[in-house]
C-alpha cells in the first residue's frame, strides 16, 4: 500500500508551529505526516510509522517527508515569506540506511534551503546509546548546517549515555515531564528544572512538547524552558494555512500582546 501512496500522493504534512518563550515570537514548526487513504480519511502517524520501521519502508517515507519540506521552504522563499526554521523527524533505520547524508544533504542544497533552517528529531532509545555510526553522522549533518535534537526525552530511557555520546543542539521534553502530580508537586517542578538545568548546562536548547494549558506555559517560563510546542500554541496544520499563520504570526501586533489573552 505504502508504494502506491507514495506514487499517488496520499501522504501529506502538516506543520505544528514552535513558540520562542526568550523572544515571544514564533520559534519555528515540526513536520508530521499524515496518511490520507481514498474513502478512508486521514490516518494519524501512531497507525503507520511501528509498521514502516519494521517493514524497513520507513526510511522512504522519511526522505520524502524531508523532501517535501525542503520543496515548501522553498516555496516560502519563492513567495518571499519569512522562513521558519522546520524540524523533521528521522527514525532510526533511516538514519542508519546507506547514503543518507548524501541523500539530506542533497537534498538540502538542490532546493537551496540555508544552515539553521533544519532541524532533524532522533527518537531517545535504547539503541541510541552505543551508536558510533550515528554519532558520525550527526557530526556530519552538523557540518552541513541541521540542527539535531533528541527526541521524546523522559519518554523512555532518558539515556544520559546518548547525551554523553551523541552531540544534540536540542532537547525535546516529552510531555510526561507537565504531568504533576497533586500529591507530590514539587517533586514533578524540581525534577523538570533539573533536567532544564541539565540540557542548559550540555548547551542544549530546551523545547517542552504537548504543552496545553496557560499554567503549564507560566511553569516552563519560570524554569527557563527556550521553546514550547503544543495545542495552547496551535494544533499541527496544512501547508497553506502555516503560511498564513506565520504571515499574521509576524505582522502589526506582536505575538506577546496576541498571546496575553491565552497564556498570560
Ligand atoms: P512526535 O515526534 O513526538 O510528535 C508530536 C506529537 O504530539 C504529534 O502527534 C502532535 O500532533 C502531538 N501533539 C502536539 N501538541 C500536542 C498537545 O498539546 N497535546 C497532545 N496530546 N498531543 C500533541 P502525531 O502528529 O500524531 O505524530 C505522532 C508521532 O509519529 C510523532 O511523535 C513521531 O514520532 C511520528 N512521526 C510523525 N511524522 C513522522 C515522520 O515523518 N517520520 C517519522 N519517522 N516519524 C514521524
Ligand atoms: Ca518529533
Ligand atoms: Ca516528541
Given amino acids: 500500500f505504502m508504494e502506491k ?6 501522504f501529506i504534512i502538516h506543520f505544528q508551529p514552535k513558540f520562542d518563550l526568550n523572544n515571544n515570537r514564533i520559534y519555528g514548526a515540526e513536520a508530521l505526516v499524515r496518511w490520507v487513504r481514498p474513502n478512508e480519511g486521514i490516518v494519524p502517524p501512531s497507525q503507520f510509522i511501528n509498521l514502516f520501521e519494521r517493514s524497513g519502508y520507513i526510511s522512504q517515507l522519511d526522505r520524502y517527508v524531508f523532501t517535501e519540506v ?13 522562513i ?22 542533497s537534498t538540502k542544497n538542490q532546493y537551496g534551503i ?19 555510526l550515528l554519532s558520525d553522522r550527526i557530526k556530519e549533518l552538523k557540518k552541513h548546517g541541521f540542527s539535531i535534537s533528541i527526541d521524546d526525552f523522559g519518554a523512555g530511557y532518558s539515556s544520559f549515555k546518548a547525551l554523553q555520546n551523541l552531540e544534540f543542539d536540542i532537547m525535546k521534553l516529552d510531555a510526561v515531564f507537565l504531568k504533576i502530580n497533586p500529591n507530590n508537586p514539587k517533586k514533578n517542578i524540581n525534577l523538570l528544572s533539573g533536567v532544564i538545568g541539565l540540557a542548559k548546562t550540555l548547551g542544549m536548547k530546551v523545547i517542552a512538547e504537548g504543552v496545553e494549558t496557560q499554567q503549564e506555559v507560566a511553569l516552563l517560563r519560570e524554569l527557563k524552558c527556550d521553546v514550547i510546542q503544543g495545542y495552547i500554541y496551535a494544533r499541527p496544520m496544512t501547508g497553506t494555512d502555516f503560511i498564513t499563520f506565520v504571515k499574521n504570526a509576524l505582522s502589526s501586533k506582536t505575538e506577546k500582546e496576541k498571546l496575553a489573552e491565552v497564556i498570560e
Wanted: aromatic share 10%; with cysteine.
Fill in 5 to 10: 501512496a507514495l506514487s499517488n500522493d496520499e
Fill in 70 to 82: 525542503c520543496k515548501f521552504l522553498n516555496r516560502m522563499l519563492k513567495e518571499g515569506s519569512r
Fill in 84 to 105: 521558519i526554521p522546520i524540524s523533521v523527524n528521522v527514525s532510526r533505520a533511516s538514519a542508519e540506511k546507506e547514503g543518507f547524508i548524501e541523500y539530506y544533504v
Fill in 114 to 132: 540555508k544552515d539553521g533552517f533544519l532541524e532533524l528529531e532522533f527518537t531517545e532509545s535504547k539503541a541510541l546509546e552505543d551508536n558510533d
